[in-house]
């Protein structure tokens, strides 16, 4: 069965170029476009796609807003973040809305495509370029409050799984963090389902916020 996958950009020459790039793949079909974010969340609740791929800055309704309104949806599609800039404070807002991680439109097709099969099976979206960047934003913003609340959900875990919250935190993918801990990938799922609960996180992103702020990430 496809992945179904509804385009969200204001430029049409950019939509066909990423639908040009989809249609290569026999697992991954566009069911949609939409050119702004108000019609991207009606499509979104009548043709239910399983992923997202939303830009941040189209007029009327931002990216950022589409993506709140999104996810708050019944049984909501995972949502990717493409844009042009690295990361600023949109992105982190679009996060915080509830995106599962974003790329950067020069991503290369085969990057792009495989965040999109990644993300369905819960995995990484964010490149170890990405992630650096990310926490290193969030690093120059950090407060003592913030950290010590890491370092208290941090201690609730078990070591095992501090150590897959760190290969979180520099980016790998679960196939990378099973070889790096010479475990299964299955196990690995297992172990980010128990932490995101003993977190309270929504997903990999907040996995990774917490263990820079709780002090494991270092370099």
């Given at each position: 069965m496809s992945i179904r996958v509804l385009l969200v950009d204001d430029d049409p020459l950019v939509r066909a170029g990423l639908r040009f790039m989809f249609d290569s793949a026999s697992d991954l079909e566009v069911v949609a476009e939409a050119g702004d974010g108000a019609t991207a969340v009606d499509i979104v609740a009548k043709q239910r796609p399983d992923v997202v791929l939303m830009d941040l800055r189209m007029p009327?309704?931002?990216?950022?807003t589409a993506t709140s309104r999104i996810r708050a949806l019944p049984h909501?599609?995972?949502?990717?973040?493409?844009?042009?800039?690295?990361?600023?404070?949109?992105?982190?807002?679009?996060?915080?809305?509830?995106?599962?991680?974003?790329?950067?439109?020069?991503?290369?097709?085969?990057?792009?495509?495989?965040?999109?099969?990644?993300?369905?099976?819960?995995?990484?979206?964010l490149s170890p370029r990405s992630t650096r960047q990310l926490l290193d934003h969030l690093r120059a913003g950090g407060s003592s409050e913030a950290r010590l609340a890491a370092e208290n959900a941090m201690a609730v875990l078990t070591d095992r799984e501090r150590e897959v919250c760190l290969a979180?935190?520099?980016?790998?993918?679960?196939?990378e963090i099973a070889r790096r801990l010479f475990i299964a990938d299955t196990t690995?799922?297992?172990?980010?389902?128990?932490?995101?609960?003993?977190?309270?996180?929504?997903?990999?992103?907040?996995?990774?916020?917490?263990?820079?702020?709780?002090?494991?990430?270092?370099?």
């Open positions: 009327g309704m931002d990216g950022i909501p599609p995972a949502v990717i973040v493409l844009t042009t800039w690295d990361v600023d404070d949109a992105v982190l807002r679009s996060l915080d809305a509830g995106a599962a991680g974003f790329l950067l439109k020069t991503a290369s097709p085969s990057d792009i495509m495989q965040a999109v099969r990644a993300v369905i099976g819960g995995d990484a979206v979180v935190g520099l980016g790998l993918t679960n196939s690995v799922k297992a172990h980010l389902t128990t932490i995101q609960t003993k977190l309270d996180a929504r997903n990999r992103v907040e996995i990774a916020v917490l263990a820079e702020r709780a002090g494991l990430i270092t370099g």
